[in-house]
């Protein structure tokens, strides 16, 4: 692994060539999710008064699951504090944001912001890291599933994106819950209970094959594309004792009009090194980062980066490796011998002992 270097290396010697335009909040980027509120809401009205076809509540369901995705995003960018610096303000929109994804905005920030963002990709401080093969064999559920051949364990794992991102929300909440003093524990109760006591109840009230269409379908479809671009930012980089943006980040390439309809979210070795900055200046970094460090920068289409990690394990082999016990290979993460433009991967024998 080449010489690591934090955030705030790279970060110092960048700022100085961008606008300052670039670290201001730009409060008109709610607007966008404006709109997704407004197709959201017509969405559900449509499906709770209506009788439709069934094709068309599958239609309808989709436009409202990457609506839930561009909230989500939204979200994301309003709790780093780019659009509306005000706490309370910041908060209240947060939690809109991310209602239909059921994660509250204090629970958000002390997960994402103040965890993941500070340890990315350290093996035992990052929450949303991939466990070791030590880590593995402490647990019988991971023995048993590695057990399994790669392309079973593979469909599973690529299946189980359009659940994860929930999955994981209730997983941070049991661990960072007892983290937040007593008197702020019952508001973060509150902005976790509260989105999934509206939508059970919605259930109640239009019945459960409308719901299926108003509800289940695009939370489904809103964690397949929230989680497309989640699964692709570290989990092909190494583990990293040093929060290294360059070597543990990954910035996927989208259509542009993908970029806009999901806030610049592709930027994500940007976003790591600017969390505070506008996203519409993600690209301008980009172009200084490539300056200065093209050997060190990673970038993928999407759906290459989609297909490498179908085609490699989860587990991390001395942090730079991904291993695979059931076969006994480790294959090379970015930057240790995985080329992100043919995606081929340096592959060995694996030599461990339980």
């Given at each position: 692994?080449?010489?690591?270097?934090?955030?705030?290396?790279?970060?110092?010697?960048?700022?100085?060539?961008?606008?300052?335009?670039?670290?201001?909040?730009?409060?008109?980027?709610?607007?966008?999710?404006?709109?997704?509120?407004?197709?959201?809401?017509?969405g559900l009205l449509a499906i709770s008064i209506f009788d439709l076809?069934?094709?068309?509540?599958?239609?309808?369901?989709?436009?409202?699951?990457?609506?839930?995705?561009?909230?989500?995003?939204?979200?994301h960018e309003i709790l780093h504090g780019t659009v509306i610096r005000n706490p309370l303000a910041r908060d209240i929109l947060g939690a809109i944001a991310f209602f239909p994804l059921s994660t509250g905005p204090k629970l958000w920030r002390k997960w994402h912001n103040l965890t993941h963002h500070r340890h990315t990709q350290h093996d035992e401080m990052d929450p949303d890291a991939w466990p070791t093969l030590e880590k593995l064999f402490k647990k019988k559920i991971f023995q048993w599933i590695y057990k399994l051949p790669h392309p079973v364990?593979?469909?599973?794992?690529?299946?189980?994106?359009?659940?994860?991102?929930?999955?994981?929300?209730?997983?941070?909440?049991?661990?960072?819950?007892?983290?937040?003093?007593?008197?702020?524990?019952?508001?973060?109760?509150?902005?976790?209970?509260?989105?999934?006591?509206?939508?059970?109840?919605?259930?109640?009230?239009?019945?459960?094959?409308?719901?299926?269409?108003?509800?289940?379908?695009?939370?489904?479809?809103?964690?397949?594309?929230?989680m497309g671009y989640i699964s692709t930012n570290h989990r092909l980089n190494p583990l990293t004792p040093v929060n290294d943006p360059l070597a543990n980040s990954l910035t996927v390439?989208?259509?542009?009009?993908?970029?806009?309809?999901?806030?610049?979210?592709?930027?994500?070795?940007?976003?790591?090194?600017?969390?505070?900055?506008?996203?519409?200046?993600?690209p301008l970094v980009k172009e200084e980062i490539k300056k200065r460090w093209p050997e060190r920068y990673h970038e993928m289409p999407l759906s290459q980066a989609l297909k490498a990690l179908w085609r490699t394990p989860r587990v991390y082999f001395k942090n730079n490796e991904l291993a695979d016990p059931q076969?006994?290979?480790?294959?090379?993460?970015?930057?240790?011998?995985?080329?992100?433009?043919?995606?081929r991967f340096r592959v060995k024998r694996l030599h461990w002992k339980k």
């Open positions: 692994m080449k010489d690591l270097h934090s955030f705030g290396w790279y970060a110092k010697r960048i700022k100085p060539d961008l606008p300052k335009e670039a670290f201001k909040p730009v409060p008109a980027r709610l607007f966008g999710g404006l709109a997704y509120v407004c197709v959201t809401v017509a076809h069934i094709i068309v509540n599958i239609m309808i369901s989709l436009v409202i699951g990457f609506s839930f995705a561009g909230m989500g995003f939204l979200g364990r593979a469909t599973f794992s690529f299946a189980s994106l359009a659940v994860q991102f929930s999955l994981h929300s209730i997983k941070m909440f049991t661990a960072y819950i007892k983290e937040f003093k007593p008197k702020k524990q019952p508001e973060v109760w509150l902005q976790a209970i509260l989105p999934w006591v509206t939508w059970i109840g919605l259930l109640f009230v239009i019945g459960f094959t409308k719901w299926v269409f108003a509800f289940l379908i695009p939370l489904l479809i809103a964690n397949l594309i929230v390439t989208v259509p542009k009009w993908v970029d806009v309809l999901h806030f610049n979210f592709s930027y994500h070795t940007e976003h790591h090194l600017f969390p505070g900055m506008n996203p519409k200046y993600y076969y006994g290979k480790v294959y090379g993460s970015l930057g240790n011998g995985l080329d992100p433009k043919n995606i």
